[in-house]
């Protein structure tokens, strides 16, 4: 949905009548993304997180002239970190910096974290255990879950995060076998939860649903978006926008009530651009079968003094004398 999200950027600099200052991608992966608005806004200087060590490496080499020229300032921490990453970007620019003008995330994991089998995340192939994003982080991998937690726990956990109906047997399971022998290897749980559950769509292995809760919990992926959103519209400049890509019902729930909630408090800062997410085109999931299941979302922050006017959906229900007051009370704030 990368169209849409330069979309986003690009209605940024329209209403702002001038190229875009500064952008955040809190998921920088391989960069695909951030090249693509680098080019499309030559001015733009954009600070980015990933979790990732090997997504450092490969911008290393990728990057290099937007680094060496401070174009992008990546850093190795986790998105809900953004509060420390503007304090070293006030010390770096000075306290002149008002705010993002756009801001992007792209949930979940790389196409080359899920192919290359010794991270852990895939059921096709066989590797260690481990489905952490940051392998030099102290965080319980895969395996320490898989091999720790209650049978009760873990029906929760495949559950609640990986939304699958019916763990029982499957967690059942796990604790039968893990008696003998512990679970190491990606494989090896795939193919338990394969005998126990069966396949019932062609196309959709019955270990998509537990891996993914697995991973959730590994990383702990939806504190850390709670945690980021609140952060992030914080950080927006005067109509700047964020987008938010997520693959997952979870994350896109916590995305569409953060964003509700900070726009119908009180003291609303802004707005979403649209009602409903946006989802990919048919075109768009065929030539990519990952994407069918993605859901952009868009916060867009008011510029001073636009928030009463923009923001009281009811004004023109008012009687004229009270629409009038309305209108002052607006131009005032
Ligand atoms: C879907 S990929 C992003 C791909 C990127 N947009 C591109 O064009 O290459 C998600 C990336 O975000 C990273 N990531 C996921 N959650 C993160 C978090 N909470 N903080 C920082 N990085 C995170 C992952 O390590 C992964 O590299």
């Given at each position: 949905?990368?169209?849409?999200?330069?979309?986003q950027a690009?209605e940024?600099?329209?209403e702002?009548?001038?190229?875009?200052?500064?952008?955040f991608d809190?998921?920088?992966g391989?960069g695909g993304?951030a090249r693509a608005?680098?080019?499309?806004?030559?001015?733009?200087?954009?600070v980015?997180?990933?979790l990732?060590?090997a997504?450092?490496r490969?911008?290393?080499?990728?990057?290099?002239k937007?680094?060496?020229?401070?174009?992008?300032?990546?850093?190795h921490?986790n998105?809900?970190?953004l509060?420390?990453?503007?304090?070293?970007?006030?010390?770096e620019?000075?306290?002149?910096f008002?705010?993002?003008?756009?801001?992007?995330?792209?949930?979940?994991?790389?196409?080359p974290?899920l192919?290359e089998?010794?991270?852990?995340f895939?059921?096709?192939q066989d590797g260690?255990?481990?489905?952490?994003m940051?392998p030099?982080?102290?965080?319980r991998?895969?395996?320490d879950?898989v091999?720790?937690?209650?049978e009760e726990?873990?029906?929760?956990?495949?559950?609640?995060?990986?939304?699958?109906?019916?763990?029982y047997k499957?967690?059942r399971?796990i604790v039968?076998?893990?008696?003998?022998?512990?679970?190491e290897?990606?494989?090896?749980?795939a193919?338990?939860?394969?005998?126990?559950?069966?396949w019932?769509?062609?196309?959709h292995h019955?270990?998509?649903l537990?891996?993914m809760?697995?991973?959730?919990?590994?990383n702990?992926?939806?504190k850390?978006?709670?945690?980021?959103?609140?952060?992030?519209?914080?950080?927006?400049?005067?109509?700047g926008r964020?987008?938010?890509l997520?693959f997952?019902?979870?994350?896109?729930?916590?995305?569409?009530?953060?964003?509700?909630k900070l726009?119908?408090s009180e003291e609303?800062?802004?707005?979403n651009?649209?009602?409903?997410?946006?989802s990919?085109?048919?075109?768009e999931?065929?030539?990519?079968?990952r994407?069918r299941?993605?859901?952009?979302?868009c916060?867009?922050?008011?510029?001073p003094?636009?928030?009463?006017s923009r923001?009281?959906k009811y004004?023109?229900l008012?009687?004229?004398?009270?629409?009038?007051d309305?209108?002052?009370?607006g131009?005032?704030?």
């Amino acid at each position: 949905m990368l169209h849409e999200i330069l979309e986003q950027a690009q209605e940024v600099s329209d209403e702002l009548q001038r190229p875009l200052h500064w952008a955040f991608d809190g998921t920088f992966g391989r960069g695909g993304h951030a090249r693509a608005l680098l080019e499309k806004h030559p001015q733009l200087k954009l600070v980015a997180c990933d979790l990732d060590p090997a997504a450092h490496r490969a911008a290393e080499s990728s990057f290099a002239k937007e680094i060496s020229e401070h174009r992008l300032m990546l850093h190795h921490t986790n998105f809900a970190n953004l509060p420390k990453v503007m304090e070293a970007l006030r010390a770096e620019i000075g306290e002149s910096f008002i705010g993002f003008d756009f801001m992007m995330v792209d949930l979940g994991v790389s196409s080359p974290q899920l192919d290359e089998a010794e991270r852990g995340f895939s059921f096709y192939q066989d590797g260690p255990l481990d489905m952490r994003m940051d392998p030099l982080s102290k965080r319980r991998t895969a395996a320490d879950f898989v091999n720790e937690l209650s049978e009760e726990e873990l029906v929760e956990l495949f559950r609640d995060l990986g939304e699958v109906q019916r763990p029982y047997k499957v967690a059942r399971a796990i604790v039968h076998d893990r008696k003998t022998r512990r679970f190491e290897r990606t494989l090896q749980l795939a193919q338990l939860i394969e005998r126990v559950d069966g396949w019932h769509k062609k196309g959709h292995h019955p270990a998509t649903l537990y891996f993914m809760g697995l991973r959730l919990a590994v990383n702990g992926e939806l504190k850390a978006i709670e945690d980021f959103l609140p952060e992030a519209i914080a950080n927006l400049g005067p109509k700047g926008r964020l987008t938010v890509l997520s693959f997952h019902s979870l994350e896109d729930r916590i995305v569409k009530q953060s964003f509700r909630k900070l726009e119908e408090s009180e003291e609303a800062c802004g707005e979403n651009v649209r009602r409903k997410a946006t989802s990919p085109s048919d075109l768009e999931q065929k030539q990519n079968p990952r994407s069918r299941s993605a859901k952009l979302r868009c916060f867009r922050r008011f510029a001073p003094g636009e928030r009463k006017s923009r923001g009281n959906k009811y004004a023109h229900l008012a009687p004229p004398k009270f629409r009038e007051d309305q209108d002052d009370r607006g131009e005032e704030e």
